[in-house]
Each structure stands twice: as structure tokens, then as C-alpha cells.
């Protein structure tokens, strides 16, 4: 099956700096690219829809100007949480549609788990 | 918009019990569903996924899951459960159609007794 991949894998922080999330498709292009956000024993939550070359469409609730999503290129997303503080420690998921089976199935990647103190 | 529930948060069973858990979903149109598995510091896998034709599915390890289209629900079962089946459940839906955001239960978290 197809790959994603997150980078980094766990990221400690100061509050008020910012953070930038990686995500790739690695044997796959990928024009969509979604964002989760995952609480501690609680499903995933869905943040933003990432575009290659367009705006992210982003979820009632989310702040866009605090969760910066920029699709680059069809194999890369980033999500930067600026101005990170405590409350926006999490578990931080991206995913992708692959083009097997027209666009039907996502891969998730492994997550990235962001602590802000 | 679509949604998704669970009815199980917590089920606990032996080694070699069988399983089923819930799942129901709303939507108005063609749905995708699928089910998800979270072993413990491990990354979302698919265990099986249902987009048309015979609503019995099988996936990986074991697990199937039957869409029945009446009662909008896609119940995960597997006949006897092992301790390595310890994880985490979700069911999830996005609408037919291709690079649809996909909408995610509550989850359920699954412990094995050996």
C-alpha cells in the first residue's frame, strides 16, 4: 500500500514558539492531504483539507491563522502551529488519498505527538 | 455532513471470545466505510474497508465487517479474539467520490485478557 510519512516523529517546544509538521506521500502523489488532530483517549479530529497549489480549507473551530497549512508540492504538506502554547499539545495526524481505487482510500502517517510547556 | 458512532468505548474479553463491535453512521448520500485499528504507540492501520458489492468484508488478521445498508451500520466481528488484538477501533466513513475527508467515531478501545 501507499506510504506517508511525518516528520518529526515528537517535538518538544516552548510556549510561543512555532512548529512545523512535515507530511509526505512517499510513493504517491498526493493534490489532497488532510490534517487530524487526536486528543489523549479521544478520536480524531478533523483540522484542515490541504490543496497542492490552493488554500487549505479548514474545519469550523480551527484557527487558520494559528495552524498555517501549506501544500507545496504533490508529495508534501506542513502544518505550523505558531505561537504554540500548552493547549495545543497533541497528537498531530496527516493523511492522503492515494490514486488506487480513484481516490477512495486514505493513508494515514505515524503521527506526530507535539508537546508545548 | 456525515457522523459516526460507536456504541462500545470500553470492552474487555478473553482470549478467544468472540467480538463485534458497533458502528452506525449518518449521511445522505454514498458512503465509504472503513475500519481502523490503533495498536498501543503505533500509527492508524486499515483493517478493512467497504466501497460497494457484497457487504461482507474480510480484512487483515481475521477481522470482517457487514455493511447492512438498512440500519446504517458497518459492525466489526471477529470470531475469537488474541492478546495481540489489543488496540484501539475506529470506524469511519467519508462520502463516495473520491478524496473525501474522512469522518472518525469515538473509537473503542479493545483489551484482551490471556
Known amino acids: 500500500g501507499a506510504v506517508v510519512s511525518q516528520h518529526p516523529s515528537r517535538v518538544i517546544c516552548k510556549s510561543g514558539t512555532s512548529v512545523k509538521i512535515e507530511c509526505r506521500s512517499l510513493?504517491?502523489?498526493?493534490?489532497?492531504m488532510f490534517w487530524y488532530r487526536q486528543f489523549p483517549k479521544k478520536s480524531l479530529m478533523l483540522m484542515a483539507t490541504?490543496?497542492?497549489?490552493?488554500?487549505?480549507?479548514?474545519e469550523q473551530g480551527v484557527e487558520k491563522d494559528k495552524f498555517l497549512i501549506n501544500h507545496a508540492s504533490l508529495t508534501l504538506s506542513t502544518l505550523t502551529v505558531t505561537s504554540a502554547h500548552p493547549e495545543d499539545s497533541s497528537f498531530y495526524i496527516c493523511s492522503a488519498p492515494s490514486a488506487d481505487y480513484a481516490g477512495e482510500t486514505q493513508y494515514f502517517g505515524p503521527g506526530t505527538r507535539l508537546l508545548v510547556l | 455532513a456525515q457522523s459516526v458512532s460507536q456504541h462500545n468505548h470500553h470492552v474487555i474479553l478473553s482470549e478467544a471470545a468472540s467480538l463485534e463491535l458497533g458502528c452506525n453512521y449518518s449521511?445522505?448520500?454514498?458512503?465509504?466505510l472503513f475500519w481502523y485499528v490503533q495498536y498501543p504507540g503505533q500509527h492508524l492501520q486499515l483493517l478493512l474497508k467497504y466501497f460497494s458489492g457484497d457487504p461482507l468484508v474480510k480484512g487483515i488478521k481475521g477481522f470482517e465487517a457487514e455493511f447492512i445498508k438498512s440500519k446504517f451500520s458497518f459492525n466489526l466481528r471477529k470470531p475469537s479474539v488474541q492478546w495481540s488484538d489489543t488496540a484501539e477501533y475506529f470506524c469511519?466513513?467519508?462520502?463516495?467520490?473520491?478524496?473525501?475527508?474522512?469522518?472518525f467515531g469515538t473509537g473503542t478501545k479493545l483489551q484482551v485478557i490471556p
Open positions: 469511519a466513513v467519508n462520502a463516495r467520490g473520491g478524496y473525501q475527508k474522512v469522518t
Open positions: 510513493d504517491f502523489q498526493a493534490t489532497t
Open positions: 490541504s490543496n497542492e497549489g490552493s488554500k487549505a480549507t479548514y
Open positions: 449521511y445522505g448520500g454514498t458512503v465509504n
